[in-house]
Structures are given as structure tokens and as C-alpha cells.
């Protein structure tokens, strides 16, 4: 069972960092290109940004960019996301999503319809 699971949420300072995490579980993280998305209370789900498979291309969302980063750690198969200078209008669940770059023709990797595996998501919330 392909399986992703995001960790690392909860309750940071307006200005604060927080690092969110991604597991994947039943595949490798190498193959697949991925995305990060969040959803907050009555908005639509929005790309954070994305990156591909060999991480040679990254798309950041305006709103993050100089702000969040990714990275990945092969030996544990996850990739995380750092999230700097967090503003008020940053809380959310924020997801992974992932498909395997060999058998998918990416368009645009900043749309939710690319990915076919995603994880429940992991809150995030802004307060002093």
C-alpha cells in the first residue's frame, strides 16, 4: 500500500519556524515528484510549491516564496518542508502529494489533479 504521512505541525509565533515532514511508505520518494499543498478553513486547496523527481525544478506559490524550502532525505524516504517567517495567513492543513514521474506527464506541477497519492495532512496554526 502506497502511503504518504505528514508529521510535524502544530502551534507556532507569528515570525516563527516549523519544519513539516513527509513519509512515504510502500515506494520510493526517489521516483515520484512532489508536492506540497495546504488548505485553510473555507478556502480552496493551494499549491505551496512542488518539486520534481531528480529535484532539478522547484515551484514555489508567490505567497512562500524566500520563506519555505524543501529538501529530502533518501535514507528515510521523506522529504520536508521548512517554513520560515510564518504569517497570519499561513495556517493550515498543509499535504504532500506525490505520482511517479516515469508514468505521469507532468503539465503543471502546481495543481492537486497532477498527484494520485496524497496524506492526510498536518495542521499548522499561527498564534502569539
Known amino acids: 500500500q502506497l502511503r504518504l504521512v505528514e508529521s510535524g505541525g502544530g502551534l507556532v509565533q507569528p515570525g516563527g519556524s516549523v519544519r513539516l515532514s513527509c513519509e512515504g511508505s510502500?515506494?520510493?520518494?526517489?521516483?515520484?515528484?512532489i508536492g506540497w499543498f495546504r488548505q485553510a478553513p473555507g478556502k480552496e486547496r493551494e499549491a505551496v510549491l512542488s518539486?520534481?523527481?531528480?529535484?532539478?525544478?522547484?515551484n514555489y506559490a508567490d505567497s512562500v516564496k524566500g520563506r519555505f524550502t524543501v529538501s529530502r532525505d533518501n535514507g528515510r524516504n521523506t522529504m520536508y518542508l521548512q517554513m520560515n517567517s510564518l504569517r497570519p495567513d499561513d495556517p493550515a492543513v498543509y499535504y504532500c502529494?506525490?505520482?511517479?514521474?516515469?508514468?505521469?506527464?507532468?503539465?503543471?506541477?502546481?495543481?492537486?489533479?497532477?498527484?494520485?497519492?496524497w496524506g492526510r495532512g498536518t495542521q499548522v496554526s499561527v498564534s502569539s
Open positions: 502529494a506525490a505520482v511517479e514521474w516515469r508514468y505521469h506527464l507532468m503539465e503543471d506541477p502546481m495543481l492537486a489533479d497532477e498527484y494520485n497519492i
Open positions: 518539486i520534481s523527481q531528480g529535484g532539478g525544478s522547484v
Open positions: 510502500g515506494f520510493s520518494l526517489d521516483n515520484y515528484d
